[in-house]
């Protein structure tokens, strides 16, 4: 299993970027999947979700109505649209993965410790 996360960069205040998470070893649409980022010295949290099923999503607050994610279950892909970057997303960003054993459940039931496979982050620097 292996979650591949790229995209990441230097980009601007204000500016836009948009971070790709591939997935291989897995039958992806039974998955829902998070992204998750870790800030230099603080605790890595959730950024948002996005379930396997009607592809529903999840924000945390602080990037409700700015980030979006969506998803390509034909290509085993999934995508978090960052819009208006603010220096406090600087971090890296992780993808991961969890099994999704129940029909309709939502992505927003999975705690961390729900999701069985990691990716390896990719860095996102706000910054002028």
């Known amino acids: 299993v292996q979650l591949q996360a790229s995209g990441g960069g230097l980009v601007q205040p204000g500016g836009s970027l948009r971070v790709s998470c591939v997935a291989s070893g897995i039958t992806f649409d039974a998955y829902a999947i998070g992204w998750f980022r870790q800030a230099p010295g603080k605790a890595r949290e959730k950024v948002g979700c996005i379930s396997n099923e009607h592809e529903s999503t999840n924000y945390e607050d602080s990037v409700k109505g700015r980030f979006t994610i969506s998803r390509d279950n034909a290509e085993n892909t999934v995508y978090l649209q960052m819009n208006n970057l603010k220096p406090e997303d600087t971090a890296v960003y992780y993808c991961?993965?969890?099994?999704?054993?129940?029909?309709?459940?939502?992505?927003?039931?999975?705690?961390?410790?729900?999701?069985?496979?990691w990716g390896q982050g990719t860095q996102v620097t706000v910054s002028s």
């Open positions: 991961a993965a969890a099994a999704v054993l129940i029909a309709n459940y939502h992505c927003s039931n999975f705690g961390p410790h729900d999701y069985q496979h």
